[in-house]
């Protein structure tokens, strides 16, 4: 082990069975819990693979049950909200995409905070600028929920917009240790805008709350991926 450059212990090729993490200066070590392995298995081959780059290679049969469970149900509980409270015509497309973005957002959330995402999505070779990047795209389903739902869609966009991507600039640019509290205070502070009239959608006002939990607290924020039998 050597010291890094905060003056605690860091693991190398001696680590238990290989793997790698960091222990605290005068913290006790007991047990194999201790260690955190950053290290993804291979995805499998075929069509397998691409389910592993999605959710993360060796994830648990645990986790992708509360993928598709908890996923599924926090889907149809936007889609459930919409129905209930939208009380204006709705076209075929606007169902359409409610449908799509509440299994998309819903699965995500599950998804992006299992130990196999944080893992694969947090890997030493899966960039700021990759995490930035995942983000981005999201940049889309709020251009889209706004033309099909607000009536000022231009506004709506770029508030939203503007917003979600500073509060992942400031998150990607924050001190890992420091990461967690900025990912919580951020999300909640755009959740509290996101009370203003301007972004008022009958029966899809859960659309901010959920796009901040899939987003910053999901996808952008480093957390340890404990695995089975750690304690």
Known sequence: ?????????????????????????????????????????????????AWDRFVGPGATGAEENLQL??????????????????????????????VVLAFDIGGGIVTNSTSAAKRWYHRAEHTKLKHFGFVATHLVHIALLAFLFSPNPFAYSIAL?????????????????????????????????GQLPLFDLAGLNWFIPALMLKLLLGHALKEAPFQPGDR
């Open 161 to 193: 917009g503007g917003l979600l991507v500073l509060a992942t600039l400031i998150l990607l640019l924050t001190p890992l240790y420091l990461q967690r509290p900025m990912a919580v205070g951020l999300a909640m502070l755009i959740i509290l805008v």
């Open 69 to 98: 469970i908890l996923g599924g149900l926090i889907a149809l509980g936007g889609v459930a909200l919409f129905w209930l409270l939208r009380g204006e015509p709705t076209s075929v497309w606007q169902w359409l995409f409610v």
């Open 1 to 49: 082990m050597t010291k890094n450059e905060h003056g605690q212990m860091e693991a190398g090729a001696g680590a238990p069975n290989g793997e790698v993490g960091t222990i605290g200066v005068g913290q006790k070590v007991e047990g194999p819990g201790m260690w955190v392995n950053w290290h993804p298995p291979k995805p499998r081959a075929g069509g397998l693979g």
